[in-house]
Structure formats: structure tokens, C-alpha cells
């Protein structure tokens, strides 16, 4: 869940392993969902007396954010994760397609992991990059949007499920405890990087 820049609720939800939900706009499955901070639905969501602001995820994730628009992770079935600009009313494809296929009236991401699996969680940006924790990809990976690019930045730590910037640090939180890592005596860990240190 993240409050955007208008002052509305975002939530993303999952397909809850009924896939063809995503596609039917009625159900609030594999949705992003857009609400005022009362709970009642905004006169100017893109369907009438609904909360879907977009359709068509298989599990979407972490929420950004960057200059006006709204960037949004979700995890593909077996690999094909993604990282999508997220536009009012559109499809985004599950279960119809995915990953870098594409289908007249459906959204196809910006990037996807094609076989390799990032489980892409929470999402933040800074200074025009998109800064990305990944599950089982294991590390922070950093997109930028401009030069059309992605790498991981901080690796070694195991999973990685959140981020978030303020000011001039990057902070991460790993989660190797959450039955899917291998933990040693010490984890789970916040970390604060500075954003220059992560310059390449």
C-alpha cells in the first residue's frame, strides 16, 4: 500500500491462484486498486463506482512514484518477472500474456526478467533511477528508466524485501528469516547505504 502524491490509497493484490480474476474487472483479484483516505472510491477512477485503477496483474508488489508517473513490480508465475508504468484503466495481460509478449489492448512491461527469477518486492526512486528489492533474486537491483538498463547494486545479503530513500541514503531490509532464505544467528538486517556509493 503507498499514499501517492494526489492523496489517494494505492493497494496492489494478488490473483489469489485464480487467474482469470485479474481479467474481470468486477473482482478486486490481481488488481491495483485506488482509494480516498475515507475508503470511499474516487469520482475520477477510471471505472465507475469501482476501485480498479488498473487490471490484468498476477502479483503486483512494490509501488513508486517517479516524476508523474506511477512505476509498480509484480512477480511473474515461473520467472518473466516485471516492472510496469502503471496507467489508469489499462490491462497489464495476466493471464493472457506475459512477460515480453504482447496482445492488442494489454500493457507489456518496461522490463522483465525473461527466464531469470528477481521476485521483485518493495521499489523506490531517486535522481531518475528505480531502486528495486528482489526476493529470490537476492539483492537490490537498480533500473534506470532513461538509458533503459537494470543491475543489481547490493548483492550478498540474501532476500531482500523492502527500500526506501531519504535524503542522500538508500535504506533495505533483508529477509532471510521468512522460511524461504537461509539465515545465519544475525539476520534479519536494516541497511543504509549512501545513494553516491552506488554510482557504477
Known sequence: M???????????????TAPELSQDKRS???????????GSIPEDNPFENSYVYSYG?????????????????????????????????????????????????????????????????????????????????NAVREFDVEKNTTRPIITGLGRIRDVFVEGEYLYFVSNNTDGRGNPDEKDDKLYRVLLTNLNG
Open 2 to 16: 503507498k499514499i501517492g502524491p494526489d492523496r489517494k490509497l494505492y493497494i496492489t493484490t494478488g490473483d489469489a
Open 28 to 38: 478486486l483479484n490481481g488488481k491495483i486498486l485506488r482509494m480516498n483516505l475515507d
Open 57 to 137: 496483474h498476477r502479483n503486483p508488489q512494490g509501488l513508486v512514484w517517479m516524476g508523474d508517473a506511477l512505476y509498480a513490480t509484480e512477480h511473474g508465475q515461473s520467472a518473466r518477472d516485471e516492472l510496469n508504468v502503471i496507467k489508469p484503466g489499462a490491462n497489464y495481460g495476466w493471464p493472457v500474456i506475459q512477460g515480453n509478449e504482447e496482445k492488442a489492448g494489454m500493457e507489456t512491461p518496461l522490463f522483465q526478467s525473461g527466464n531469470e527469477t528477481w521476485a521483485p518486492s518493495g521499489m523506490a526512486a531517486a535522481n531518475g533511477k528505480l531502486y528495486v528489492a528482489a526476493l529470490r533474486g
